[in-house]
């Protein structure tokens, strides 16, 4: 499986949104994901054989750096490419010179939360009802990693 992590702009949008919400019960609006679109937002994505099937937003404000959403489309999780995209993460963060990276994830994505913690990321904080759920809301763990 070749893949090649390149930037995304607001001309990636639909693509990048139709990922979106193949991969969230409760995604993002497309206003919520345009806005994170440029500025001080730094958007990658991933392509597997020419095809875009995954991407992350981080929020760079000046030594931190916040992953706001990393996503893989459905068809493709189980395949390392979170981990392709976390790698570039944090390559992006130590290039700009980044002190500590932070993150929110939900309580019960056990598989995430254990990618997290193999990149060094450590628990920091519990949010209480972060997170709309099927059935009322779900916690939020908020993670850290010093750079």
């Known amino acids: 499986m070749i893949h090649k992590i390149s930037t995304f702009d607001k001309q990636d949008a639909e693509q990048i949104y139709a990922i979106e919400t193949a991969s969230n019960p409760f995604p993002w609006t497309k206003k919520t994901l345009l806005s994170c679109i440029g500025g001080r937002y730094i958007t990658k994505q991933v392509s597997v054989d020419g095809s875009v099937v995954g991407f992350y937003v981080g929020d760079l404000v000046i030594d931190e750096f916040t992953l706001m ?69 779900e916690d939020a763990l908020v993670m850290t990693l010093s750079l």
Request: proline residues 3%.
């Open 69 to 137: 959403e990393i996503c893989v489309h459905p068809d493709f999780q189980g395949k390392g490419l979170g981990q392709v995209l976390m790698n570039d993460f944090i390559a992006t963060a130590r290039a700009k010179n980044v002190v500590t990276c932070h993150l929110e994830v939900r309580a019960k994505n056990i598989a995430a939360q254990m990618m997290y913690m193999k990149n060094g990321f450590i628990q920091v904080h519990r949010r209480t009802g972060y997170y709309p759920a099927a059935i009322g809301y």
